[in-house]
């Protein structure tokens, strides 16, 4: 058999660079294939915030954070809640990933180059007790130069590679099929598609002009996950998340359609945990799409009211920031697939943030003076173009006047006037003094204790109709799709397992197809800066396994 290289790898995202950018330090040849332009090399990762998870990180004990892996660790298993006969890989995988973040992963990071914003950010926090879902302190650290800044190391050595020879980039190469001899994946077969130059992320052409045949010693997937296919997300919605909601918008661009994982399965591959997802309930319409149904998610402070459709604040412990799944959860079962959050001016000033590379060009463009203005008076430019053209913000002088707007959005008037103002009322008078009954103005106030969100994140409590603190806004928010918790089983050498437990001979994945490692080594739900990292870790470890495997 003539192999054109040592190894294919299919996906050009964060973790087939990694793996790539691995197999060149071996000195491995690598057949890099991606069905899109090479405008998206990078993936989903070049759009992100570049959240990363770190524990007892050099950021954290800057800012006097005590954080240790017994505790990340405690997070992790509470929020994970394995209880499957098939979490004995996932489980492992979470195991060594906490293992990674607590121990050399910054300093990997840092060798090539990436740095963190200062102020550690604290993100998912859970709002229970110590051994259940969240993190018990912050964690998430924001790369300066957000997504780009993460994928430009590896891509910058994947040109390297090229350079040298050692790998060859095909884009356009769709993958259909993988090929095996004697139960053995030896190579791939698929469609070639027609040039296109649409810029990074826009639906590309699907016109076929060829067809390709290529052999390897060992096939990587890291195809990413079904977030862009709503038809799959409703097919595998599990009933603990409550009814399979009617209008979802994509955090992900249409190309990340689970085609692979099927490919995958039709061979052998044993594909887990599929009901295990991380949608964000706080999304809002992109005034300018790039993909179809383009969303983009809120990063907010704690201080929105957060409404469910008939304007009832949701439930303790269910604030902005908290507890993702169990906000979406209540959200469903309310009979209504959209939610409101309710603020005033003072508040988006300071509280309201997006998440994504292109909704934060200060961070992205490692530009100092720019993210120094976030702790000036005033709203960030990109939360101000929302809040101008975007469909769902409404902005008014008092409360009967937004009432009346929210109630003209939607379908129905749900919203009763005199009941959500005495609503609001109480909460503000609960502002009055430095303590309080109301769970959400103790967070506030806890909150306000630490230094990075007192500076960055958090206002100081005060009545939201205050007129001096307005005007009032109103935003209604859908359900976003974005990241597939389950996936591919693989080991600790990132091989593909089938149902057996078996090897998959000559196949390996990483990344969001195999559920960031082992098939889904987050359980039922993320502790957040964990998929970039997943991405990451599990990409570096399917390229070195592979460069010790092949002859």
């Not at 891509?155 to 001899?181: D, K």
């Not at 906000?327 to 939610?339: C, F, P, R, V, W």
């Not at 000033?349 to 720019?370: C, H, M, V, W, Y």
């Not at 939201?464 to 806004?473: C, M, R, S, T, V």
């Amino acid at each position: 058999m003539h192999e054109e290289a040592d190894v294919i790898i299919v996906g050009a995202g964060l973790a087939g660079l990694v793996a790539a950018a691995e197999l060149v330090s071996a000195g491995r040849k690598v057949i890099l294939l991606d069905q899109e332009p090479e405008a998206s090399m990078g993936g989903q990762a070049f759009w992100s915030f570049g959240g990363i998870f770190l524990v007892n990180s050099p950021e954290q004990r800057r800012m006097g954070i005590k954080d240790s892996h017994d505790l990340a660790l405690q997070d992790w298993l509470g929020s994970a809640g394995f209880d499957r006969e098939e979490d004995c890989w996932p489980r492992r995988w979470a195991e060594a990933y906490v293992n990674f973040a607590s121990g050399e992963k910054h300093a990997w990071l840092y060798e090539r180059g990436i740095r963190f914003f200062p102020f550690v950010q604290w993100a998912e926090r859970g709002g229970s007790l110590a051994t259940d879902h969240g993190n018990s302190v912050p964690r998430f650290h924001v790369t300066w130069g957000t997504g780009p800044g993460i994928i430009e190391p590896f891509v910058r050595r994947v040109r390297e590679g090229e350079q040298q020879g050692l790998i060859s980039l095909r884009f356009r190469h769709r993958v259909t099929a993988l090929s095996m001899s004697e139960g053995v994946v030896n190579g791939v077969e698929g469609d070639v598609l027609e040039p296109d130059t649409v810029s990074r992320g826009m639906a590309s052409s699907r016109k076929v002009i060829g067809d390709f045949s290529l052999k390897a010693q060992a096939v990587i997937v890291t195809a990413g996950g079904i977030g862009g296919n709503h038809d799959l997300v409703r097919q595998n919605w599990p009933a603990r998340l409550g009814p399979v909601p009617k209008h979802l918008i994509s955090g992900v661009p249409d190309h990340v359609d689970g085609r692979m994982l099927e490919i995958v399965a039709r061979n052998g591959g044993h594909l887990i945990n599929p009901d295990r997802m991380w949608h964000y309930p706080e999304g809002i319409h992109n005034y300018a799409s790039i993909w179809p149904l383009h969303g983009i998610r809120i990063l907010a402070g704690p201080s929105p009211l957060w409404l469910d459709a008939r304007g009832h604040r949701l439930p303790i412990p269910l604030f902005p920031g908290f507890d993702t799944l169990a906000t979406l959860k209540h959200i469903t079962t309310s009979g209504y697939d959209y939610s409101w959050f309710l603020l005033n001016d003072r508040i988006i000033k300071r509280e309201f943030a997006l998440s994504g590379s292109e909704q934060n060009p200060d961070l992205t463009g490692r530009n100092i003076p720019l993210v120094l203005s976030r702790v000036l008076p005033g709203i960030p430019a990109p939360v101000q173009a929302f809040k101008r053209k975007g469909t769902d913000f409404i902005v008014k002088r008092n409360l009967p006047d937004l009432v009346r707007a929210m109630n003209e959005m939607t379908e129905e008037p749900l919203i009763d006037l005199v009941e959500l103002q005495q609503e609001i009322v109480a909460r503000d008078r609960e502002i009055r003094n430095p303590f309080s009954k109301d769970a959400q103005v103790m967070a506030i106030r806890g909150m306000r204790g630490y230094l990075g969100d007192r500076l960055f994140r958090v206002t100081k409590p005060h009545r939201l109709l205050d007129p001096a603190a307005g005007p009032l806004i109103a935003v209604r928010l859908s359900i976003l799709t974005r990241k597939t918790l389950g996936g591919l089983k693989t080991d600790l050498a990132a091989r593909v397992l089938q149902a057996d437990d078996q090897p998959l001979p000559g196949l390996y994945a990483a990344g969001e197809i195999a559920g960031f490692g082992g098939g889904g080594m987050h359980g039922y739900r993320s502790l957040e800066g964990t998929f970039l990292g997943g991405c990451i870790f599990s990409g570096r470890t399917a390229g070195r396994a592979v460069a010790q495997a092949i002859i």
